[in-house]
């Protein structure tokens, strides 16, 4: 499984939109190996996509069929793309997942997905195409996954037109806002790295304070959007950290103002504009309310600091 911020779902059965998932290696995003399935159509739309007659062969294949544009994809970067994912085997094939008819792309945690996926998705650029054939061997292998309609030996087969990639480095762009409000804490830090935030010894806040500490100069975030971004969560009592994509290595992704994150981070996110970064200060109703997130030892009566980092919406 994938590694879930515990500062931010409502739950842990909460996902992404993309759902193949498990861990990974690194071959660059090399062609290699017999695609055997045919591949129709421009990016960025829906791909027409052909299977032989014959069964899926046991190697991994992987093509680039559009090669992009910008810096290549490697672990520890997020992939947002749109995509096509098949099973197939000796019985035919099955379409499992399509988000260019849902209209929203997937988010692919380069090192944390299947071994196939992972090593199609390494050396991919925006605005790029490619096409895998993934075997059980590099996919889920001889038991398969039911909970994602994959059964025991099926092969996967996914293109994906990649939207942007975001490396690990990734962090606010634009221009600084001055925050000098003695009640709300400071927070220090260059662009790209994880920020240093101190939280002063007075009350918390009662209501949701949000502050744009660096204004970008994209799009504003609409409700419904996939966002990528970077994140440091700490508790008000103390000032400790309690999740950090920083500290994972990784950008994060969610989708915004449907309840797939607390209600502090749908309030306080819609509206800001891509490259910002925002302080958001959440008090427990806009948070875990009265139970708390055990787990993540957050207590019932806790106020959240976070500083968030929006790197795109999709």
């Known amino acids: 499984m994938r590694r879930r911020p515990t500062g931010l779902r409502r739950s842990a059965a909460a996902v992404l939109v993309m759902p193949l998932l498990l861990t990974g290696c690194s071959l660059f995003g090399d062609d290699v190996g017999d695609l055997q399935v045919a591949v129709k159509g421009d990016v960025g739309q829906r791909p027409d996509v052909s299977f032989p007659k014959d069964k899926p062969g046991d190697e991994l294949a992987v093509k680039t069929l559009e090669k992009g544009k910008g810096a290549a994809a490697r672990k520890g970067d997020l992939v947002v793309a749109d995509y096509v994912g098949y099973r197939w085997s000796d019985g035919g094939y099955k379409l499992l997942a399509n988000t260019y008819m849902a209209g ?21 650029r925006a605005g790029g195409r490619v096409a895998a054939k993934i075997p059980p061997k590099d996919g889920y292998g001889t038991k398969g996954d039911a909970q994602h309609q994959v059964g025991a030996g099926d092969s996967l ?50 209501k949701l304070a949000m502050k744009v500490l ?32 920083w500290s994972g290595g990784r950008p ?59 790197l795109g919406a999709h």
């Open 104 to 124: 929203q792309p997937g988010a692919f945690p380069v090192g944390q997905l299947v071994k196939g996926l992972d090593k199609a998705l390494e050396g991919s």
């Open 157 to 206: 087969v996914y293109v994906l037109d990649v939207r942007a990639v975001y490396p690990s480095t990734a962090g606010a762009q634009g221009r600084e806002q001055p925050l000098n409000d003695p009640k709300l804490p400071k927070v220090q830090g260059a662009a790209g790295k994880a920020p240093t935030v101190t939280v002063p010894r007075v009350a918390a806040p009662k």
């Open 214 to 245: 660096v204004e970008g100069t994209g799009p504003e975030v609409r409700k419904g959007q996939l966002l990528a971004l970077q994140y440091v969560g700490l508790f008000w009592r103390d000032g400790k950290v309690f999740d950090s994509s």
């Open 252 to 310: 994060y992704a969610t989708t915004i103002g449907t309840g797939q994150v607390v209600k502090g981070w749908d309030d306080g996110l819609l509206g800001r504009k891509v490259g910002s970064r925002v302080l958001l200060v959440v008090p427990p109703a806009l948070g875990y309310g009265a139970k708390g997130l055990p787990q993540a030892g957050i207590k019932g009566d806790d106020t959240l600091v976070f500083v968030v980092d929006v």
